[in-house]
């Protein structure tokens, strides 16, 4: 599946290379122009449907969170548990964006630069996590890894625990992470050509001197954009992570299920608090978001200036 | 599908500059590569996917054929198995044919008009990307709840949605708004002005100028946004549970029958009802590839 979250962003990055239309451009015009009535009904219509599903829930979060006062709100973020599953998913983050960094640079790199058959299958093959449900992803886990995997016996015998441990938690928010940065890259490096890198090994750079600079300032805001989105899913996630982690509780609790917990125990102010935190992390992500595409649109702006 | 012949196709010439293909791959020319790094990259590429990701799905489908045919067929033809497939399949169906509707309306609204607070709709709309699912599903939960926002103005009307099928619908709307709105949206914008002046011009009305020529030429991006839409909900897990009230034969997912079974260590019946999942997915990802390829085409651009 070329895409879910970062296919539809990348496509509409590419948009915005290939010369965004701004509703002024429609909106200036007879022929694209529609009466005043229709506009601002189907803008209400729109809106009102934004507002429904996305505004609303999106508010809700943060007027439960402190609907019982800070006090409340402060002492659920400090409590020692909601301290080590906040502990926990940062380390699980920390490892597994730059593994899927290094995962993503290397990909785009052999399939934005080089032919070589079966390079459709293989962007398939990296999409895949994106079908996968999260569900499914951590019982394969569980199938290889759990007592009855297949490495159990082994793993028992040298007192090794994957599942219900945190290696079972950082392994499922890999999987569900591939694809973020490697499919941010991919379509990015493909428009670049290779043009430049040719031009840098002709007159003698090393390739690892070509890769970070020429390469790595080339592709640094979608390089950043493919980094927040990863980072957001792997700690957000939550159907995964919840099958491997045995949720117990200050030692393989992730902050998405120490919110499960807690709702579960009706400590609805003590969740939101907790899911104040994680919105706060989607809005920072969506900002980015933009400024990285506004940075995007500039630099493409540019080098046609220049090209001129 | 004759009739969405699209506005490019008929005039080829007509093509907007802007739509063109914009990689030329120059490669072919150039007989040898002389850039470094190959079987590195690739090596590393393979090896990093083979670990993480093809071989513990391999896992899943080696158990399976360990099972006999009856063992198999038991798990995932259970009737209580049979109605979560018919909750998940579809009330996906349905949200994401709600959300073509309206993904398309709010794509269109924010191409083609200006209004106070588009640039925050149209920053807002990826939320559901952003923000972890279990979080999307307490604060839908609360919003619908008997004594939630929401939920306590659709009381009195006799609607309840937390804890009922309605409220799997719901949470999955919520999942797979953006994605029908950013796989139309690039397509829209890439529209250029020159076919509907065209169609003006030659006397056609503003509502026939949209229905055979600006939506023909959006049908191979809403199906492709419709199905990706549909596959994303089917594997929904997390934003699902809290509001769904998980009752079987009602209001039970099929990820979430899968988690149930492992906690009662029945492993043969959790894997079983995951390879039936694979299956669909993979299903889905072949059609959304050939619907993909379809609108690429469609749009000019290579993919």
Redesign the interface.
Known sequence: ?????VG??S??A??A???????????A????R??KW??WT??T???S??V???????I??FY?ALRKGWEVYANAIIEPDAWSAIKLTLIAAAIAVP?NV??G???A??IA????RGKQF?I??????F??????AG??????FGA???FGSWLRDNDIKVIFAIPGII?AT??VT?PFVARELIPLM??Q???E??AA??LGAS?WR??TQVTLPNIKWGLIYGVI?CN?RA?????AV??VSGHIRGLTNT???H??IL?NEYQ?AA??AV?SL??L???V???I??IVEWQQTKSIAASQKSAL | MSSSTTTADRWPNLAPASAAPKTVSKSKRSTRNVLPGFSLSLGITLTYLSLVVLLPLAAIFIKTFQFTWPEFWDAVAAPRVVATYILSFGTALAAAALNAVFGLLLAWVLVRYDFPGRKLVDTLVDLPFALPTAVAGIALTALYAKNGWLGSMLEPLGIKVAFTPLGVFVALVFIGLPVVVRTVQPILQDNDAEFEEAAASLGASRLRVFVQVIFPALVPALLTGFALAFARAVGEYGSVIFIAGNMPYVSEITPLIIITKLEQYDYRGATSVAVVMLVAAFILLFAINLLQAWSAHRSGRAS
Request: glycine residues 6%; proline residues 5%; hydrophobic residues 60%.
């Open positions: 599946m070329s895409s879910l979250a539809a962003a496509r509409s590419d948009a290379a290939l010369g965004l239309r701004s509703p002024k451009y429609f909106e015009r007879t022929a694209t529609d009466p229709v506009k189907l803008v219509l729109g809106v449907y934004f429904l599903f996305l505004l609303l829930p999106l809700t979060v439960e593994l290094v995962f640079l290397a990909a790199w052999a630069k080089f032919e070589f293989l398939t093959l990296i999409d895949l996590p079908s996968v449900s999260p569900v499914v019982l394969i886990y569980v199938l290889v009855n995997g297949w392994l890999i999987f591939v493909q428009a050509g290779k043009e890198e040719e090994i002709v390739g070509v890769f989105l957001a700690m957000g996630e939550f159907g919840s099958v902050m998405p299920l919110i499960e709702y609805f969740a939101f899911a994680l919105a992390l989607a809005l992500t969506l900002v978001k933009k």
